[in-house]
Structures are given as C-alpha cells and as structure tokens.
C-alpha cells in the first residue's frame, strides 16, 4: 500500500504564535495521527526539507507528536536563537529611530534587503552547525545525518505550510519525476501578487509569482481555501502562461483547540471594570488594516463618544511603526485601544466569550478564519467587504468597505449604542451558525490527496 507524506517544515520550524496557516497544518496531522490508528488506513509518514544538505528528511512520530505536544517524551529544547535574536532587537530600535530621517523611496528597499540578510544568518548559521556536528559525529564513528526520505514509487505527498520559506519546489519535482509522486499542495492566496503594494519589504512580488508558477508545475491538485482564492490562483497562472491543474476549494474549520483553560490575558483585567471590548484578531500588519479601527476609535472620541475598547490580538508585523507610535502617543485612544501579543488558545477563548463583538476591517483576504471563528463563539462580526471575507461570514456578519472611515465610525458608533441590536444578532448566531469542524476539513483535504491523480513521469 501506498504511504502519505506529510511536510511539516513549517510545524517544525515554527517559533511564533500559531496563524491560519500553521493551525491548517496542525489540525491536518492531528488527524492522520487520529486516523493512522484506524484499520485498513494508509501508512503515514512526515518529512522535512533540509536545507543544508539539500534532500528531504523523514522525521519520526514521536518528533511530530512532540510537536503537537501529545502524549510522548518531551523532546530536546530546540537550539536558541538568543545571539541573532539579541542583534535583530538591536537593530530593529536602531532601524525606529533611523527610519524618519531616511528618503521615503529608500525604506522598502532596505527592510526588504534587511530581511534577506537576516535570513541569510540564520542558513550560514545553520550550516557552521550542521558541519560543526557531521565533523563530531565523523570523529565519533557515528553517520553524517539521518538518509533521504525513502519514498516510494506512487506514493501520496502532501504539504499544508508556508511553502514559499521551507520547501524546495525544484527539489521536490525532480523527486516526483524519478518516483511518480502523487503530489498536492495548497494555495492559500494570491495576495503578494495581485496587491504587491501590501507586502513592500516583506514579499517580493516577483519571488511569489515565481513560488505559485512552480506550485502550478509541480502540483497534480492544489487546495484552496475559498471560491475567490480559486479564482485569483488560476487568474494569476492563466496571466503568467503556467498550467492551471485541478483545483480544490476546502472550508476551513474554526474550533480552537484548548490544552489549558485560560482567564483575562494579563493587561486587560485590570482597572476597567465591566467596560465592554470589541475583539481584532489578526497580525497587525498593513494589509489588515488596524489603521481604520484607530480613526474610527479618534473620531468617536472627538464627537464626545465613550467607545468601547478595542483588543488587537496578534504580533507586529511589517508596515505599521506609524500606527504603534499614534496607539503609543495619541491621548484620546490611549485607554481605549490594547495590543495583546503571546495569547495561549485559553486567552483566546476568554477573549470570544467575553467581547461584545469582533471587528476584521482587513483589506483582502484569502478566506478569513477569525471571522469564522468568531461565529463559532456566537459573537456577531462587522467586517470587511473585500475578497473571501462575505463568503467566509455569509449572512450572519455584516460587512463594511474597507476604506469607508465614516461607515466604520457610523456603524461600530451604532453597535457600541445599541447593545440589543448585538445580542440580538449574537443570539440568530447562535442558533442558526453550524461551525465547520476541523476533522471535516482534515476529511475534505485527506479525499482530494487519495484522488489526486499522477502526472506522467516525462
């Protein structure tokens, strides 16, 4: 029988607090490792690329396991980053203070070569250590590493993770050409091509359209995560002259899963009684547009209104030092609007039963999952307009355009006032809302990677 390989690089490697991508890949391992026990399943196995010595790795049960923090020995902590960690801070202050003075046509080009060379420290840093330790272990008598990945002819090959960092497309074609790999992969958007201005000094636009092009060659079915992420991935391959092969839209789920039962994060349970809190969930980054929810929060404050707080949930992403600055100085916002970072999934779930409402004025979207999430905790969501967001919340969100400041500032001035109108539409949720589960999607992604058909070995 056949065997599935799973990639789980980005699980691996990933040191952050969890996003959409990073849950979508968890969840879908949870499962193999639920259903690996079941008669009659198909042998499952998980793979890394290794970068350093340029092949794909098996890794264990128990390393994946030990990951997902199930039930297994503990493994080794993973190696720190404390040195470059220590130099990114520094340099990051220094950048802050630096950046005003600078040309205004210069600052994307350097964060976006900033980034590069940080990247290319931790790959050189990477690879001292991996010598340092082949030339121990050859000392020692003991083999360089582990082997390739013994993947055989026809086997099921699937990754769900940050492919543009972690996976070598090139690498995993020649593979798939030598076995007959039946490969599927997974587009989540088309953003940093379709909207290149939303990613200055993140993403090059160029580089991702190279990423999804070779996507499109190498995959026999590819994922995605709306109708309209559909539609933008096989626009862009029609436009850059690559195949379009079968596309597969799945619906993710919008259960969080709880290791640990959580009470107020630290921060917003102290001083501020029974003041209500509308929840943001999202990296707070340019795209998402947190900058609306700041003016609007302004112009409730001018007009002599006492809004409700306002929680962003999320680490700090690129393009948005102006905003921190105006959260950081502006008087009239400043006991009104809360940055959580490092929020376990018990905070998380603390935060949705306890807002008045959730808010996700993002400028576009693949899909949308705190929308979604939001629903599944019965909390009504006003949200954006833009891409997958009204397919995402259907009938039971409302939805804003983006760039409409007086809109937001009507609207949200509503709700805030009209408390009924929110448990009103908070109650239709929670009878009428059916959440889709994780295991469904875990099913939907599973039935596409069995029926993948292979391409023909040229």
Request: charged fraction near 20%.
């Amino acid at each position: 029988m056949s065997a599935v390989w799973l990639h789980v690089s980005t699980l691996m490697n990933w040191d952050r607090p969890p996003v959409g991508i990073v849950r979508v890949e968890r969840e879908y391992c949870l499962w193999l490792l639920a259903r690996s026990q079941e008669q009659g399943a198909e042998p499952t196995r998980f793979c890394i690329y290794d970068r350093v010595r340029k092949q794909f790795t098996e890794v264990s049960e128990e390393a994946v396991r030990a990951r997902l923090q199930l039930p297994v020995a503990p493994p080794p902590p993973p190696v720190p980053r404390a040195e470059l960690a220590g130099w990114k801070l520094r340099i990051k202050r220094a950048w802050h203070r630096t950046q005003p003075y600078l040309p205004e046509a210069w600052v994307p080009v350097i964060g976006r070569n900033a980034r590069l060379v940080y990247h290319h420290l931790l790959q050189a840093r990477a690879r001292l250590r991996d010598a340092a330790s082949r030339r121990a272990a050859v000392q020692a008598g003991q083999p360089e590493g582990p082997p390739p990945a013994a993947f055989g002819p026809g086997d099921r090959w699937i990754s769900l993770g940050a492919d543009w960092e972690y996976l070598n497309l090139e690498a995993l074609y020649r593979v798939k050409q030598q076995l007959g790999l039946r490969v599927t992969l997974i587009c989540y958007d088309a953003i940093p091509v379709l909207f290149p201005q939303l990613f200055v000094g993140v993403l090059s636009p160029g580089g991702f359209g190279s990423y999804l092009a070779e996507l499109a060659w190498c995959a026999d079915a590819v994922l995605c995560i709306s109708e309209c992420t559909r539609r933008d991935f096989e626009r862009v391959m029609k436009e850059m002259g690559a195949p379009v092969p079968p596309t597969h839209v799945i619906t993710l789920g919008s259960e969080i899963r709880m290791s640990e039962t959580g009470g107020a994060p630290q921060g917003l349970a102290h001083g501020d009684g029974e003041r209500p809190f509308v929840l943001y969930v999202s990296t707070i980054e340019r795209r998402k547009n947190h900058e609306v929810l700041y003016r609007a929060w302004s112009r409730l404050r001018d007009r002599g209104v006492v809004p409700h707080r306002l929680v962003f949930v999320g680490m700090q992403g690129w393009g948005v030092n102006d905003l921190m600055n105006d959260l950081k100085l502006d008087p009239r916002t400043q006991g009104d609007i809360v940055c959580l970072n490092h929020v376990s999934d018990g905070e998380l779930a603390w935060l949705y039963r306890h807002a008045a409402f959730t808010v996700f004025p993002s400028l576009y979207e693949g899909w949308g999952l705190p929308v979604v999430e939001s629903l599944a905790w019965g909390k009504f969501c006003l949200a954006s307009s833009a891409a997958s967001l009204p397919e995402a919340g259907g009938r039971w969100a409302e939805y804003l355009d983006p760039w409409d400041l007086p809109a937001w500032v009507d609207r949200l001035g509503h709700y805030m006032q009209h408390p009924t109108d929110v448990h009103a539409r908070n109650d239709a949720i929670a009878r009428e809302f059916r959440a889709p589960a994780w295991a469904q999607t875990a099913r939907a992604i599973h039935d596409v990677v069995l029926a993948a058909p292979s391409k023909e070995p040229s």
